[in-house]
C-alpha cells in the first residue's frame, strides 16, 4: 500500500500518478476521462474550497447556483465562446431508455427537439438569467459566485489536471461601467494569489494572458501561474474581464442614474480542483506528498508504538487529553491504531503528506514527552506534553512558511532572463521559464510554440520591455513574458 | 416586489409559487424543469447542508465524489433499479458540435460508442468502484457520503419539489453483516429526524415505505413524511437498507475474519433540495416565509427608521457597537440601507421570512433601546440597548421552539384515526393524514390511490396493528398506516 513511488528524477511523471494513487486521492471513474475524488482528496479539496469561499464572501460575492443544462441555441451566442468550447462538449439528446430483446437501449421516441449541452462554463447561462435580473442602476454591481461541476470532453486525460468532469467554483459578475469590471477581475486575481501563497504555501507570478490564450470570449484574462517540480508551469486560477461580449450577445442593458440604457460589464473567474495537482507537483517528492498545512485533512497524525496490549491502553489514557487539547485548539489530528508495525505507517502518512507526526511509546510517556517529526524536514524534536499544543501549532506555521519559501527559492533559481534563443531552447528542454522580451505577435507566439513547446504562460504586471528586444524576431519588445512548458 | 402573494387559503399552490418568487428563492432555468437557486434560496440551502453534513460527519461518514457520468450498461445491472429510473434519464450521446451553413449542430461524427447516463443516483458508479475498493472485512464499513447534483428528467415540476436537476447528498456505506447495514439506515433515519425537528422545525412521522413506494433496488426504506399547511404530506428524507442487491448486481464480495468470502450489505440515504420546498410549506403564512432561525440567511433585518441625513448618521454611529456584538455573538445580521420606506421594508424581510425584525429610529436612541419584531407571532418588545444579544438569542430559540410547536399541533390535530372507508374518502378530500389498518397487499394501496389519489406513506415505528381491519378490504389489518395525499 505504502510503498514506494517512481522517484521524480527518473520520471516525473510516473511519479505524479504514483503518488495520486498512493497516497488514496483519486482514482478514475468508468466513463473515460472521469474521476473519482477519493475521502482523502476530497477532504482536501473540502479545505481548500473552505478557504477560498471565505475570502469569495468576505468581498462582497453571494453564492447560487445555476442549472447544469444549456440549451444549445443559448451556447452559440456568443461566437468566439462556442468556438472555444464546441469541440468537447457532453451533449444530452434522449431522456428515456427502454429494453428490447433484454437489451437496454436508448429510446429514439425521447429525443429532445433542442439538444442540451452539459456546461462546460456558465457564461451563456447566467448571461441568459441576468438579462432578466438586470433593469437599473440599482441591481448594480452583481457579485455571484458558484460551486460547481462542469464538464470539458477532453481526449487526453490525467487525473487533477486535466479530466472531462472537474469541480470548481466560477465567479460571475455584472457592472455599470469598464473600470469597476477591471476592477473586479484585479480584485479576484489577487484572492486566488492569497490562496495559492498564503493557503498553499505555492509562489506564484501573476499577469495577464496573450491573445491566443485568453478565455473564449474574454476582453482579456489575468492569471496566476506556478512552477512544478518539474520546472513546467501550472495555471492555477484564471480572471477574466468579458468587457460587454456577453451583455451584447444577451443583450443586457440597464438604466443608469440619468435614465440612459447601457450595456453592462461583465467578469467571471475561476479555481478548479485543477489547483490539486499544483499542491500535489509544486511541494511532493520523493516520498509522497507534502501538504501545506493550512489545508491538510489531517495536520498531526499520531502513531502509538506499543508491544503489548496492557502498553496500548497506557498510551490510550495518556493521549486522551491530548487529544482533546488539540481539537480544542482545532488541529486536526488522526491517531493510526491501524495493526500495522510503526514503520509501515510512518510510510504511509509520509506518502499522504500529513505535516507532522507524533510518536508516542512509553519511553515517552515516562519522560511526560512526545516526539514530533515534520514531514518537509525530517526533523526530529522530543517535546514536553505541556508545551505540545504551543509547539504543535508553532510548527505548522514553520512548515507552511518553509513549503513557501522552498518553492519561492526554487521557482526563482529556474526563471531565466535570456535574449538568445539558443538558450531559450536548451532552457525550455531542460526545464525553467523563460523571462524574454516578445514583439507582441500571436504569429511569433506559434512560431516559438511549434518549435520548443513553450507557450507563454503570461506577461507579467511588473514587466519592463524598455530595450528589450523579441527573443524571437530581434524586433524591439513590445511586451516582457514568461514562456515555458505547461500542464 | 414585495406586493402580497395569493392567500393559502384561496389556492396554496399559487401561494406556494407567489412565495417562491417574492422571495426571490427560485425560478425556472432555460432548460424545461432546471431550477435556478438564488443567492437567498442558496443561503438557505448552504445552512441546511452545513448543518447536515456535521451531523453526517459526527457519525462517522466522510465525504467523496463521483462522477455524473454512469456507462449504459452499469446502470442496467440491477434490474429494478433500472426500471425505477429508465423513463427519466438525461442521455449523452455526442461530444462535439459544429456550424454548418451558419447553423451550430451536433456532429455525428462524434457519436459515443456507448451512451453515458447523467446520474438520477448513483448507486451502479458507487458500487462498481467499491468493487475495488473493498477485499476484506477490514476495509468495512465503508462509510462515504456525497454533495452532487442528480438529474430525473421529470414531466411535471415545481421549484424545489420536483425539478429536473436537483441538488443532495447521497450516502453509500457499506457492510459486514445485514444487521449492521440495518442499523446504519436507522442510524440516519435518525439524523434526517434531528435535521428536520431540531434544525428546520419540522415536526414528522418515522416509518417504514411499502413495497411499492420503496427505492428501486431496495430492500426496504425508511423515510421521514412531514405535512405542509395544505395538509398533504411531503417526503423529506429517504434512507435505504439494499441488503445484498448491488453487491450482488456488481459481485462486490469479501473475505471475512474467517478467511471465507462474503457478500457485502448496502446502505443508501439521501435529503435534496426538495425540503427546501417542506420549510416554506410547513411554515409559511399569507405574508410569505417564516425561516426557522438555525438556517434562516438572515436572523436578523435592522431597518433604521430616519428623515434625514442627519438623522441617519446617528442611527449609524449608534448601530455600529450594536452589529459587532451581534457579529461576535454569530448573530446573522443584515443592515437595509435601501433607499425605500420603512413599510416597503417591513414587507419585503416578512415575505423574506426573517424571524427577528430590529426597528431603530431617534426616539429610541433617545432612549437607549431598539424594538424586536417577532416574524413568527408578529408581537412587539422593547429591548434596552445592553440587553439586545441575550434578548435576541434568547428570542432565536423561542422562535424556533413557536415554529415547532405549531406545526407540531397543526398535524397532531389532522392525523384521524379512523377504520371507515367512507371517512378516510371524505378526510383526504379534505385535507389530512389517514391514520388506519391496512391488509399489507399492493392490491389494496393501489386501489386506494385511484379511488382517492392518496397514497401510503409510511407505516410508523409506532403502529400497533392489533384489533384493527384494513380501512379498505375489512380484513384484519397486518400493518397500522398512514396514508395522505402528497407532493
Known amino acids: 500500500m505504502s510503498k514506494g513511488v517512481t522517484p521524480q528524477s527518473k520520471n516525473f511523471s510516473a511519479w505524479y500518478n504514483d503518488v495520486v494513487k498512493k497516497a488514496d486521492l483519486a482514482e478514475h471513474g ?37 442549472p447544469i443544462f444549456i440549451p444549445k441555441s443559448f451556447f452559440a451566442q456568443e461566437a468566439k465562446h462556442v468556438k472555444g468550447f464546441a469541440k468537447e462538449c457532453a451533449i444530452v439528446t434522449h431522456t428515456r431508455l427502454k429494453t428490447v430483446d433484454g437489451d437496454l437501449i436508448v429510446d429514439p421516441e425521447s429525443k429532445l427537439e433542442e439538444e442540451v449541452i452539459v456546461r462546460p462554463t456558465s457564461e451563456t447561462l447566467v448571461w441568459a438569467m441576468y438579462k432578466k435580473w438586470i433593469q437599473s442602476y440599482r441591481d448594480l454591481p452583481l457579485l455571484i459566485n458558484q460551486w460547481a461541476n462542469v464538464v ?17 467554483q466560477e465567479g460571475h459578475t455584472a457592472h455599470a461601467t469598464a473600470q469597476e469590471a477591471e476592477d473586479e477581475t484585479v480584485l479576484i486575481l489577487e484572492i486566488y494569489r492569497r ?19 485568453k478565455f473564449a470570449g474574454a476582453e482579456h484574462t ?21 468587457g460587454q461580449n456577453f451583455a451584447k450577445a444577451f443583450n443586457v442593458t440597464f438604466q443608469n442614474k440619468d435614465n440612459q440604457e447601457e450595456m ?20 511532493g517528492d520523493d516520498k509522497g506528498l507534502r501538504l501545506p498545512p493550512k489545508v491538510a485533512p489531517f495536520q498531526v497524525v499520531v502513531i502509538p508504538i ?59 510517556i515516562e519522560n511526560n514527552q512526545v516526539v514530533l517529526v515534520r514531514r518537509d524536514t525530517g526533523n526530529k524534536t522530543i517535546v514536553q506534553t505541556d508545551d505540545i499544543v504551543e509547539k504543535v501549532l508553532q510548527m505548522l506555521n514553520d512548515i507552511h512558511d518553509n513549503l513557501f519559501a522552498e518553492a519561492l527559492d526554487f521557482m526563482k533559481s529556474n526563471i531565466i532572463k535570456t535574449d538568445s534563443y539558443d538558450e531559450f531552447k536548451k532552457i525550455i528542454k531542460d526545464g525553467g521559464f523563460i ?14 510554440k511549434e518549435e520548443t513547446g513553450a507557450t507563454a504562460r503570461i506577461i507579467p504586471f511588473d514587466e519592463n520591455a524598455k530595450n528589450l528586444k523579441c527573443i ?8 516582457e513574458i514568461i514562456f515555458a512548458k505547461a500542464y
Not at 479545505?47 to 469561499?53: H, T
Not at 524571437?472 to 511586451?479: D, E
Open 195 to 213: 490562496l495559492a501563497e498564503e493557503i498553499l504555501a505555492i509562489p506564484v507570478l501573476t499577469g495577464r494572458k496573450t491573445e491566443i490564450e
Open 222 to 242: 489575468y492569471a496566476i501561474e506556478a512552477m512544478m517540480r518539474d520546472k513546467k508551469a501550472l495555471q492555477s486560477g484564471t480572471s477574466h474581464n468579458l
Open 306 to 364: 506499543y508491544r503489548n496490549a496492557k502498553q496500548k491502553k497506557i498510551i490510550e489514557k495518556y493521549l486522551n487529553p491530548i487529544l482533546t487539547i488539540l481539537k480544542n485548539s482545532s488541529v486536526r489530528t488522526n491517531v493510526d491504531w491501524r495493526e500495522e508495525s510503526p514503520g509501515f505507517k510512518f510510510n504511509d502518512w509520509e506518502m499522504k503528506g500529513v505535516p507532522i507526526r507524533m510518536e508516542i511509546g512509553p519511553r515517552d
Open 472 to 479: 524571437y524576431t530581434g524586433k524591439p519588445a513590445k511586451h
Open 435 to 448: 523571462r524574454c522580451g516578445w514583439d507582441g505577435t500571436s504569429e511569433t507566439e506559434l512560431k516559438i
Open 30 to 66: 468508468p466513463v473515460k476521462g472521469t474521476m473519482v475524488i477519493k475521502p482523502y482528496g476530497f477532504a482536501l479539496w473540502d479545505n481548500i474550497k473552505e478557504a477560498l469561499d471565505g475570502m469569495i464572501k468576505e468581498s462582497g460575492h453571494t453564492n447560487a447556483y445555476f
Open 152 to 168: 470539458r470532453w477532453e481526449m487526453r486525460t490525467r487525473l487533477f489536471l486535466r479530466t472531462t468532469e472537474f469541480l470548481w
Open 264 to 283: 453592462v460589464y461583465a467578469t467571471s473567474w475561476g479555481v478548479s480542483t485543477r489547483i490539486i495537482g499544483a499542491v500535489i507537483m509544486a511541494h
